[in-house]
């Protein structure tokens, strides 16, 4: 039997309207539900910083959002997803990172995904972007300060501090064994199992966590090369062939970079980009998702195109 049905318009009404109190209090909430898991919370495993995942039922992979609301409510409105996620716990929601920044409701973003976490705890994986980084290696503009204090007035900052420090619980990686990896920016040759992705905090590895939050796929680069958004790298198909390899993985999923159809696939079919978010300051015509079976096998991202949504 279904215990609550969640509405997703008034989950927006509320997200637009509620005061800084309530944003703080979720917040909070979310802190304490994220530092507390650990080991099997229902589909997900967790080590650490990585969820391993079983390859059981639908995910629905969401790229970067950056501010934009509308896309996201056009994301979970077309996919029906939470009446999935209502319906049976074989339903994960997977978001790749970036939530702030750039488009203008930033915190209204992140209430609705923190909403979402707190409800289905066991189906929605939160990972890290480069806009959710440590200090040192954040994403640039940064405009979160400026939106927060639009949002929420004099009593923005605490709302923001709350919101920084809780980006340190989100995830580096979710695994799904045989199939894929799933990360915000790239792989690294840093990488040779998957506990180095799981500790890379707490091994204090920045140079993997800049790559894993940062890095983009290059085409003509054997190996790495520096980037040209002056964090993190532009790795190979060598790298990203290596990396899955050794992980035991096929296909690297990740977000990070604009493209015109709100996906491109890369590194003959090794790595998908998916950009879920339309607008300024990006050209892209398309956004894009993935509404993915994971039970199948899938050895080519090229396969993966006909579970991509456009809109
Ligand atoms: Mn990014």
Redesign the pocket.
Known sequence: MQCFVLDLSLLVEEALRIPSSSFIETVDRAASLLRGESGRVGNLTIVNRLVELEPLGEALVIG?LHGDLESLVVILQTSRFLEKMEKTEEATLIFL??YGDRGDRSAEIYYVILKLKLAFPGQVVLLR???EAPKDLL?YPHDLPAQFQNRFGEDWELAYEKTRALCAYFYNAVFVEDRYLMV??GVSPEISSLQDIALAQENRNLALLEDLLWSDPDEDVQGVSSSPRGAGKLFGKNVTEDVLGKLNAKILIR??ESSDLGFKINHDGKVLTLFSRKGSPYFNRYGAYLQLPLSEKFEDAQQLVPWIHKF
């Open positions: 970067d990172g970036d972007g480069n806009h994403g915000h920016g977000g990070h």
